[in-house]
């Protein structure tokens, strides 16, 4: 009887013991996202601020220059990189709800 009142323990231990590694991966990979997240919103925003120097730029001097069309290819690569790392979000979210 002992033994198996030791063995349901047991089993309910381990049981807990499983929910509880799937939360804590769970908040990890929950805690990379929001760094990656982080940086490329520091990306996007360093982008924004090189092409609104270029403008600025280009108005001052009364012509469009090469600061205009850098900033312009820096906030194209930095919402690529965005909408990228969103799909994979997403991916991963998918797939974790069909476990």
Do not use: P, W
């Not at 990656?36 to 520091?42: V, W």
């Not at 012509?63 to 290819?73: D, I, K, P, Q, S």
């Amino acid at each position: 009887m002992i033994s198996i009142i030791c063995a349901c323990i047991a089993a309910e231990g381990a049981k807990a013991e499983k929910s509880r590694a799937a939360k804590d991966a769970l908040s990890e990979r929950q805690a990379r996202e929001r760094a990656r997240e982080s940086q490329l919103q520091l990306a996007m925003i360093a982008a924004n601020s090189e092409l609104t120097v270029g403008v600025a730029m280009a108005l001052k001097n009364g012509r469009c220059n090469g600061e205009v069309e850098a900033g312009l290819a820096a906030v194209e690569q930095a919402n690529k990189e965005y909408v990228k790392f969103l799909e994979q979000v997403a991916l991963g979210h998918m797939n974790e709800g069909g476990n």
